[in-house]
């Protein structure tokens, strides 16, 4: 097979496992979620193809258990507009103590203002002039644009962020609605955050290498915009996401790499949920199930709270009986005996170890008979 | 978690039941708890939406703030909430007990106290957020609030940071504490869910403990679809009693659930250790009181460095004091110690009551005992031992290997030139042995607050609450 013939079937092989079902726009938040579960092939063959997760599993039977309350919402509208209100004149008051900004002026640019189609395109000509000028001034970009190229297919991303330049630097600005309480907040949240933001930081980047500039002239400290203790008033801090951003560009390489992964899937496979004119999904349940079996998951309890699919996924890890279910540390303990009956066979003796089980074995009868003796 | 726990865990999902990992309850469990089940308006650091709570399970008392938003309402939720939890709080100070200490003046312990139960660990953490926000706030100036305020928010702010101390029970997460005795057929992550765990607990897993149509969450987070089709159009409707209705869906079966637990860690006989953790909680719970008594200022807003780098050492040191009590206490904790050789356990073969050892008037009794084990020991001659059978009893290894262990008692055998009646275990006898003990240890030398090095910020301003603090926004 050769390389060229390779990449067109690449391209191919993701449009048939897409079908007639519309592609899924990534989003920052679903380019951050790739890195969360970065062997399971399953997730990075739907992501590839730009499968709806969110649709296939609803059709599937197993919706996934995220919603976001109307209440956070609303409040996480009205912080943003707090902080971009007059101009941004409240997010320049905290950039100027937090990157002890002294120029008075700065310039104001809303991108929004050449209409949706345009966006793209204004944001890299305003960012190609900031960084070919490089003049000291401040110049915040509200609304910009910007793309990232996710396994052959150009994701836009458009963030309620700001990109800010000052000498010649570039900030990323992430607002967020959750607190920071004296000082410290939702460890999670921030982590969540700062997935985020180096997806912005990573696609900046780019932009600037694509126009023949310096990609670290966006920096990879990214400035954090939060309500501060219980009111609305908003604080502002550096989040420093280098390690964020090493685990977005392993995890982009992966999914460019999709081949691998491709070539070991029957020809006719398809994820394709067969909507009718109604974007109703026709296929056959039992069908499409199957075809997700023919790939191979990698279930862990964190996918719940990160993956459309983990509803489905779990229920077949049970189907399996797959000691995953219990979370990394139980199989992490368990040395690589990936299912429950194995385990429990080798624990009570009626299984023999096979060749490299022999240490988890013996410790696994010494606990049988421990627990046995216990409670009795 | 141990390999025992992941044994147990394998087996309760093969099963389809929970297992247990203990044998005895290693919390306390007050005649009369207070069961307080709060919940949040989502999207919000703090802001209280409703709460359940109370100590009488067919009378629970239901507060809502019927506009989260409005913060009137929201203080006078708050001021409902001290109305209920102060006199419970305060009904323990009555009782005391005069405590006398080594180098230091008698204090007074209240003979019980309250026990504040949530259902998980968010509610702790929710808590002590409430607790932040109520405890600058002033009776008097701009925004005055009702008095009750500002008090209950030191005492939430109290039980919020007291649940991290490891074997505290005056505000147990009930999750953990359920977690702690049963080990159920799913993840950690899992746990954390009330209904799901209990479900396992009592029938199996059931895939209705995650519907939050049938299974509101325990909060305090509230479902996003109940927001959306339930409490927004309620909230809209303008009648405090929908909203209130509402609410009380979502947190009656909670209520239930909770009471159910109580059962079930009620059924479990308390561990030995239990008692003593307790008097600690008591003792902790009066030297808050009397510091309120005294006119102390609120908790700050965060601790100084030498405070905070005292609590930590003190934290660990409880950790390190309950681990191996809940091991004596508890032949299935003790079981993990065994597998991996800290501990062992089996029957005397052999003994030597009146062997001895030195000459003359060093001539010291060291009783030998052999015992048969089927366990890895993997301890080296010459470790010291702790026996849960004789619990002031020190011994050290003699030798070990082949299934058989020679151990000497080294001290509690009484002081005669024969070992005191029962000293020494019967052939014949069940022991274990460990090299785990509670010997306490002194509190590291940190320096007095004063004293605090420049580098770790100098000296601490005693915090002092001004008007700001006082009149914090909580919106
Ligand atoms: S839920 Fe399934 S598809 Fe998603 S990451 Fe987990 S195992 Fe992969």
């Known amino acids: 097979m050769s390389g060229l013939k390779r990449e067109g079937d690449h391209a191919h092989r993701l449009e048939a496992l897409r079908g007639t079902t519309p592609q899924q726009p990534h989003d920052a938040r679903a380019i951050a979620a790739l890195a969360a579960n970065p062997g399971c092939a399953r997730r990075a063959l739907m992501d590839g193809a730009g499968v709806d997760k969110d649709a296939a599993a609803r059709h599937l039977g197993f919706p996934a258990p995220f919603g976001q309350s109307p209440f956070a919402i609303t409040r996480g509208n009205v912080f943003e507009a707090l902080v971009k209100a007059d101009g941004c004149a409240e997010l320049l008051r905290m950039l100027r103590e937090l990157l002890g900004l002294t120029v008075a002026e700065v310039a104001y640019h809303d991108v929004e203002n050449v209409g949706a189609h345009l966006r793209h395109a204004h944001t890299r000509t305003l960012i190609d002039r900031a960084a070919r000028d490089g003049h000291d001034a401040g110049t915040l970009y509200d609304h910009p644009l910007l793309s990232l190229e996710i396994a052959g297919h150009t994701a836009y991303l458009e963030p309620d962020v700001v990109a800010f330049q000052l000498g010649g630097r570039f900030h990323i600005v992430e607002i967020k609605s959750f607190a920071v309480i004296d000082g410290q907040a939702d460890p999670s949240a921030v982590a969540a955050a700062a997935r985020q933001a180096a997806v912005y930081v990573l696609a900046l980047r780019t932009l600037l290498e694509e126009l023949g500039h310096d990609p670290l002239k966006v920096s990879h400290d990214v400035v954090l915009v939060c309500p501060e203790n219980f009111a609305n008033r908003p604080v502002a801090s550096l989040v420093d996401v280098r390690r964020q951003l090493a685990v977005l560009r392993r995890q982009l390489t992966r999914m460019t790499s999709l081949d691998r992964l491709l ?21 056959p349940v039992a069908e499409l199930g199957d075809a997700l079996r023919r790939t191979t998951a990698r279930y862990a309890p964190d996918c719940l709270s990160t993956c459309d699919m983990c509803f489905f996924c779990r229920d077949e890890a049970r189907q399996e009986g797959a000691s995953d279910l219990l979370g990394r540390q139980v199989r992490d303990e368990l040395g690589g005996v990936a299912s429950v009956t194995e385990a429990l066979g080798l624990a009570d003796g009626t299984r023999d170890p096979a060749e490299g089980q022999e240490e988890i074995a013996r410790l696994l009868r010494n606990a049988e008979r421990l627990r046995g003796e216990c409670l009795a | 978690m141990s390999l025992l726990t992941s044994l147990a865990r394998l087996r309760a999902l093969d099963e389809g039941i929970a297992q247990p990992i203990a044998t005895v309850r290693h919390c306390h469990l007050a005649a009369r708890p207070m069961v307080f089940v709060p919940l949040k308006l989502s999207g919000e650091a703090a802001a209280p939406l409703a709460a359940m709570l109370g100590t009488d399970r067919d009378r629970p008392r239901l507060l809502v703030v019927t506009q989260p938003r409005n913060r009137d309402l929201r203080f006078a939720w708050a001021a409902e909430l001290a109305g209920v939890l102060l006199p419970y709080v305060e009904g323990f100070l009555h009782r005391t007990e005069t405590v006398e200490r080594r180098n230091a003046d008698p204090y007074e312990r209240a003979v019980d106290a309250p026990q504040i139960v949530v259902p998980n660990q968010a509610g702790v953490g929710f808590v002590r957020l409430l607790g932040r926000s109520m405890r600058f706030r002033r009776a008097d100036g701009p925004w005055p609030v009702p008095e009750s305020v500002p008090l209950l928010g030191r005492w939430l702010t109290y039980f919020g940071e007291r649940a991290a101390y490891p074997g505290s029970s005056l505000m147990p997460a009930m999750t953990e504490e359920l977690g702690r005795h049963w080990a159920s057929g799913q993840s950690g992550l899992e746990d954390a869910n009330l209904a799901a765990l209990l479900a396992w607990i009592t029938t199996g897993p059931s895939d209705d403990a995650e519907d939050p149509l049938i299974w509101p969450p325990a909060g305090p987070a509230t479902d996003p679809g109940f927001d959306a089709e339930v409490l927004a159009p309620a909230m809209e409707s303008g009648s405090p009693e929908r909203v209130t209705e509402a609410l009380r869906t979502q947190l009656e079966p909670t209520w239930g659930l909770m009471w159910q637990a109580i059962d079930l860690l009620a059924g479990l006989e308390a561990g030995a250790g239990v008692a003593s953790r307790w008097e600690q909680d008591r003792g902790s719970f009066s030297g808050m009181a009397a510091h309120i008594a005294e006119g102390a200022p609120p908790q700050p807003r965060r601790d100084g460095a030498v405070a905070a780098a005292a609590k930590l050492a003190r934290m660990e040191r409880a950790q390190a004091a309950y681990d191996v009590q809940r091991a004596y206490d508890d032949p299935l904790v003790m079981a993990e110690y065994r597998l991996t050789g800290e501990a062992f356990a089996g029957e005397v073969v052999d003994t030597d009551p009146g062997n001895t050892e030195g000459e003359g008037r060093s001539r010291k009794l060291r009783p030998i005992v052999v015992i048969k084990t089927d366990d890895p020991v993997r301890l080296a001659p010459g470790a010291s031992l702790g026996t849960p059978q004789r619990r002031g009893q020190g011994a050290e290894l003699v030798s070990a290997g082949d299934g058989l262990v020679t151990v000497k008692i080294t001290k509690g055998m009484g002081r005669g030139r024969t070992a005191a ?23 590291p030398a940190l320096p007095d607050a004063e ?14 609450p001004d008007d700001e603090d006082a009149q914090e926004e909580w919106s």
């Open chain 1, 263 to 283: 070539e070991e899937l029957p020809e006719d496979l398809t994820f394709d949920l067969r909507p009718d004119e109604d974007g109703r999904p026709t296929r």
């Open chain 2, 451 to 464: 004293a605090t090095p420049w580098t770790h910020g100098g000296p601490p301003q005693e915090y002092v």
């Open chain 2, 421 to 443: 009646p029962g000293a020494v275990p019967e052939i014949g006898e069940r022991v274990c042995y460990t090299s785990l003990t509670d010997e306490f240890q002194g509190s």
